[in-house]
């Protein structure tokens, strides 16, 4: 009897909706020498991404994120708005004054938040 070299095709199910859903994987867990290379890069994206979530916000990121966004609304009010040059750069240090506290003390409120609940996932997984 010949034999085929096709490889044998994994099983699906379908829902309620009608829909073909496939499994996933469902063999065992590979150890991390055995991951993909994106694997390890997606994983230290995500610890990097953590890191940088961790740290206290400053004002001079607020500043920053500030400038682009005014810098984002003098674009738009010339090109969209057909806005003068002269009148959109009048707008520009206002926008700056809304914008840099703004966006430092929104910061500070999610950094406040996340630490809160990282130290009450702490304190719940403790007892």
Do not use: C
Not at 52 to 62: C, I, N
């Amino acid at each position: 009897m010949a034999q085929t070299k096709r490889r044998r095709q994994t099983k699906h199910r379908g829902n309620a909706a009608g829909m073909i859903v496939a499994r996933g994987r469902t063999g065992r867990r590979l150890a991390p020498e055995e991951r993909s290379e994106s694997a390890r890069k997606s994983a230290a994206q995500r610890a990097a991404r953590a890191n940088r979530l961790d740290r206290p916000p400053t004002w001079q990121g607020a500043f920053s994120r500030a400038g682009i966004a005014a810098v984002a609304v003098l674009l738009a009010s010339v090109f969209l708005l057909h806005a003068k040059t002269s009148e959109a750069l009048i707008g520009f240090p206002l926008v700056l004054l809304v914008y840099v506290p703004a966006s430092y003390y929104m910061d500070l409120w999610l950094y406040r938040r996340r630490m809160r609940s990282r130290t009450s996932t702490k304190a719940r997984g403790s007892s």
